[in-house]
Protein backbone atom coordinates (compact mmCIF):
# COMPACT_ATOMS: atom_id res chain seq x y z
CA UNK A 1 0.00 0.00 0.00
CA UNK A 2 1.12 3.28 -0.03
CA UNK A 3 2.81 4.81 2.74
CA UNK A 4 4.36 8.13 1.29
CA UNK A 5 2.70 10.78 -1.14
CA UNK A 6 5.07 13.58 -2.42
CA UNK A 7 3.70 16.66 -3.59
CA UNK A 8 5.49 20.13 -4.42
CA UNK A 9 8.14 19.60 -7.04
CA UNK A 10 7.47 21.77 -10.10
CA UNK A 11 9.07 24.68 -12.41
CA UNK A 12 11.32 27.09 -11.29
CA UNK A 13 13.41 30.28 -12.49
CA UNK A 14 17.21 29.91 -11.13
CA UNK A 15 16.94 31.61 -7.78
CA UNK A 16 13.43 30.80 -7.02
CA UNK A 17 12.04 28.23 -4.12
CA UNK A 18 9.98 25.27 -3.64
CA UNK A 19 8.83 23.46 -1.15
CA UNK A 20 8.66 19.46 -1.20
CA UNK A 21 5.97 17.50 1.06
CA UNK A 22 6.37 14.18 1.89
CA UNK A 23 3.24 12.62 3.59
CA UNK A 24 2.37 9.32 4.97
CA UNK A 25 -0.75 7.32 4.95
CA UNK A 26 -3.45 7.04 7.34
CA UNK A 27 -2.41 3.90 8.56
CA UNK A 28 1.17 5.45 9.74
CA UNK A 29 1.22 6.49 13.23
CA UNK A 30 4.77 8.00 13.53
CA UNK A 31 7.80 9.31 10.88
CA UNK A 32 11.21 8.34 12.82
CA UNK A 33 14.27 9.15 10.75
CA UNK A 34 13.54 10.59 7.64
CA UNK A 35 15.67 10.87 4.47
CA UNK A 36 15.33 13.16 0.81
CA UNK A 37 17.45 11.64 -2.44
CA UNK A 38 17.35 13.12 -5.85
CA UNK A 39 18.33 11.56 -9.08
CA UNK A 40 19.16 14.18 -11.56
CA UNK A 41 18.70 12.81 -15.55
CA UNK A 42 21.49 10.40 -16.52
CA UNK A 43 23.00 10.51 -13.19
CA UNK A 44 22.65 8.24 -9.83
CA UNK A 45 20.31 8.92 -7.14
CA UNK A 46 22.04 10.85 -4.30
CA UNK A 47 21.32 11.48 -0.53
CA UNK A 48 20.48 15.17 -0.27
CA UNK A 49 19.45 15.68 3.60
CA UNK A 50 18.62 13.60 6.33
CA UNK A 51 16.68 14.58 9.87
CA UNK A 52 16.26 11.86 12.68
CA UNK A 53 13.85 11.36 15.27
CA UNK A 54 15.48 13.51 17.49
CA UNK A 55 15.59 16.67 14.39
CA UNK A 56 19.32 16.17 13.73
CA UNK A 57 19.91 17.41 10.54
CA UNK A 58 22.49 16.71 7.99
CA UNK A 59 22.91 18.17 4.14
CA UNK A 60 25.25 16.64 1.36
CA UNK A 61 27.67 19.84 0.80
CA UNK A 62 25.91 20.82 -2.51
CA UNK A 63 22.71 22.15 -0.84
CA UNK A 64 24.31 23.25 2.60
CA UNK A 65 23.06 26.76 3.09
CA UNK A 66 19.71 26.51 0.68
CA UNK A 67 18.20 23.48 1.45
CA UNK A 68 16.26 23.13 5.28
CA UNK A 69 14.76 19.37 5.94
CA UNK A 70 12.06 19.52 8.56
CA UNK A 71 8.76 17.75 9.84
CA UNK A 72 5.98 18.10 11.71
CA UNK A 73 4.40 15.35 13.38
CA UNK A 74 0.49 15.99 13.82
CA UNK A 75 0.57 16.17 10.39
CA UNK A 76 3.00 13.67 9.48
CA UNK A 77 4.54 14.88 7.01
CA UNK A 78 8.02 16.05 6.17
CA UNK A 79 9.16 19.09 4.11
CA UNK A 80 12.16 19.92 2.02
CA UNK A 81 12.38 23.89 1.98
CA UNK A 82 14.76 24.56 -1.21
CA UNK A 83 16.05 28.60 -1.82
CA UNK A 84 18.19 29.65 -4.41
CA UNK A 85 17.42 26.97 -6.85
CA UNK A 86 20.39 26.29 -9.37
CA UNK A 87 19.83 24.73 -12.64
CA UNK A 88 22.10 21.70 -11.20
CA UNK A 89 19.38 20.90 -8.59
CA UNK A 90 17.20 19.71 -11.65
CA UNK A 91 16.21 16.02 -10.59
CA UNK A 92 13.65 14.13 -9.81
CA UNK A 93 12.66 14.20 -5.60
CA UNK A 94 12.50 11.26 -3.45
CA UNK A 95 11.37 11.30 0.23
CA UNK A 96 12.53 7.94 2.11
CA UNK A 97 11.62 7.49 5.64
CA UNK A 98 11.44 5.02 8.65
CA UNK A 99 8.08 4.76 9.59
CA UNK A 100 6.01 3.49 12.51
CA UNK A 101 2.72 1.61 11.78
CA UNK A 102 0.64 -0.51 13.99
CA UNK A 103 2.47 -4.05 14.97
CA UNK A 104 5.31 -3.14 12.81
CA UNK A 105 8.06 -0.90 11.95
CA UNK A 106 9.02 -0.36 8.33
CA UNK A 107 12.35 0.82 7.24
CA UNK A 108 13.55 3.12 3.97
CA UNK A 109 9.82 3.25 2.61
CA UNK A 110 10.52 5.43 -0.64
CA UNK A 111 8.15 8.35 -2.05
CA UNK A 112 6.99 8.05 -5.57
CA UNK A 113 9.01 11.07 -6.71
CA UNK A 114 8.68 14.05 -7.75
CA UNK A 115 10.12 16.26 -10.37
CA UNK A 116 12.05 19.51 -10.19
CA UNK A 117 13.07 21.61 -12.72
CA UNK A 118 14.97 24.90 -12.38
CA UNK A 119 15.27 26.50 -15.91
CA UNK A 120 14.96 29.87 -16.89
Known amino acids: QVQLVESGGGLVQPGGSLRLSCAAS????????MRWYRQPPGKQRELVAT???????SYADSVKGRFTVSTDAAKKTAYLQMNSLKPEDTAVYYC??????????????WGQGTQVTVSS
Open 26 to 33: ASIFSIND
Open 96 to 109: NADLGAPGTYVTGA
Open 51 to 57: ITSGGST
